[in-house]
């Protein structure tokens, strides 16, 4: 009798039967299903199934946790069910027939974006600090900027227009580039490509609307304007795809023995003639449409309708992901009106999330392991990532998050209410006010203001009427224990193994493990334990053992069984068995033995970022064994040499 038989043949009849699927995976921890008619899967008895530790639906795959053991069930479920396991790529490719295509949509903006997001924050930033060093009139009477009483400063303010005219004039050579990337195309095509759409031969994009003359290639039975499409969202995005789909198309008809020439030729020079006279003019109108649509109902007489609803229902768009739709309308609305309305509300909303983090952080004092989830999240959402609030407290308890939208809408009516602008897409939370117009920044911190004292207030009010003592941190009063009972737990429960002494398997800042950007980790679905936020780039075994799981395709993963009995997951970045190996060299095989510092994994954070994953790698623990394991976080560790897991 194989080891999960029970459980594989409940998990087959509960799932819809074998003709419900259709198709299968695994990666480390999770099973992973795309299904014909996901209704028909009864969540509430597979939750039930004793090797089940939970489920949820993502990107079109029905996710069923499993732990350490996923390969074993995974091998046992295939073979009782008779049907043949498939590769990452192709669950992937399966689950978007189940995903609308709003979501489909949705998810490639996601990971367009999410590669050149860094930069346009780097360069609203930028175009933040020019402004106060060479727009604002601090001197003389207000007749001078910092600019215009020092030299010094006046070549910094011409300087960093070179960093900012890169970002947001050269902003389709990114877009195009990393359309490339995600669909597995020639990406200098790409480059090229975008370079073609901002050339320097052209009439300059933002000049189009004030320029007396537009020039004209003349091909002696047509004109083609030569115009630019700097800081154009649409256009690049259409030019791009025009190119990925020429490419992939002349790959599939050119003989290979040709394709080195043919292929580039064939693909770049028709998606250069198709950007510049049918989709570059109709994505610059439809990015023109978009952003005046949003402008206009930003600015009509019912916008504080519009505020109040997008300030009330951001946080729970970014749990959807469909969020990441905002970028583009932004990157538009900067483009056009050289400044967005929409992206101070977004900071806002990230605030007002931290602000009741904030008061569950005072509610909770006197709960230690809660503080260690609530401080740092509270931190990071004041500073723009909201995941580890939004996934590990606000959600948790509920009512926070509600408290936290409520705060979000009335900031949002405020900062619409007085026209708060942004130059650009900026740091979502308290410094987002560097990148806010000057003349804005009264009636953005009064805005702040309500973002931060709303939530809080909120927050407290309810959660000192919802939270038990428990998740107060307050001690229960005891209960007596009936006479004549005199032995305590203690006495009764055997004394664990003392000496456990678990090391760090990378170098990095730790983490409580609340707050891991992956509600499977940060809800300690499958076991407790820490996170890493690397700043190293090899993980070594933490311990003396024997490798029990190694995902030996995609190089991300390992489970140990250190000889203390404890056993041990490490997990590297968030979702990364998606790329499929790319950016891992993977150094052992499942049934090694190592000893404490030996090379497990070694990784490019910058491939994994690039990608659009989190690098913070989990470490958990996926079976104490006899032990009673404490958790420390925290504190920067050194791989091999730091202690993370010691004896309670």
Known sequence: MSKYQKDVQALLEYIGGKENIRAVSHCMTRMRFVLVDPAKADTGRIEAIPAVKGTFTQAGQFQVIIGNDVAIFYNEFTAYAGIEGVSKDAVKAAAKSN??????????????????????????????????????????????????????????????????????HMLPVGIVWSITKKMGTTQILGIILGLTLVSPQLLNGFSVATAEQIPVWDFGFAQVE?????????AAMLAGFVLVYLEKFFKKICPEVVSMIVVPFCSLVPAVIVAHTIVGPIGWKIGDVIASVVYMGLTSNVRWLFAAAFGLLYAPIVMTGLHHMTNAIDSQLVNLYEGTILWPMIALSNIAQGSAVLAMSVLQKKNERAQQVNIPACISCYLGVTEPALFGVNMKYGFPLVCGMAGSAVAAMISIGTGVEAYSIGVGGLPG???????????????????????????????????????????????????????????ATPEAPAGLDVKSPLDGRVIPLGEIPDQVFSQGILGDGVGIEPTGTTVVAPGDGVLTAVMEDSKHACGLKLDSGVEVLIHVGMDTVAMNGDGFQLYVKEGDRVRLGDRLISFDPEKIRAAGH???????????????????????AKAGETTVMCEE
Not at 130 to 144: C, K, M, S, W
Not at 226 to 234: D, E
Not at 616 to 633: I, Y
């Open 226 to 234: 030569m115009i630019g499409y700097q800081g154009q969202v649409i």
């Open 99 to 168: 995903q609308s295509i709003i979501q489909r949509v949705v998810g490639t903006l996601g990971e367009i974006f999410a590669p050149i997001i860094p930069a346009l924050i780097c360069g609203g930033l930028i175009l933040g600090f020019r402004n106060i060093i060479g727009e604002i009139n601090f001197f003389a009477d207000g007749t001078q900027s910092l600019a215009d009483v020092s030299q010094f400063w006046s070549g910094v303010y011409s300087f960093l227009w070179l960093i900012g005219e890169a970002v947001f």
């Open 614 to 636: 989190p690098v913070t790698t989990a470490f958990v623990v996926s079976d104490p064994g006899e032990h009673t394991v404490k958790l420390l976080s925290g504190m920067d």
């Open 433 to 491: 006010i560097l990148s806010i117009k000057p003349q804005f920044w009264l009636s953005f911190l009064v805005a702040m203001a309500a973002a931060i004292v709303i939530p809080f207030v909120l927050t407290f009010v309810v959660g000192g009427r919802k939270l038990a003592a428990k998740d107060k941190g307050l001690d229960a009063p005891e209960t007596p224990a009936p006479e004549g009972e005199t032995a305590s737990l203690q006495e």
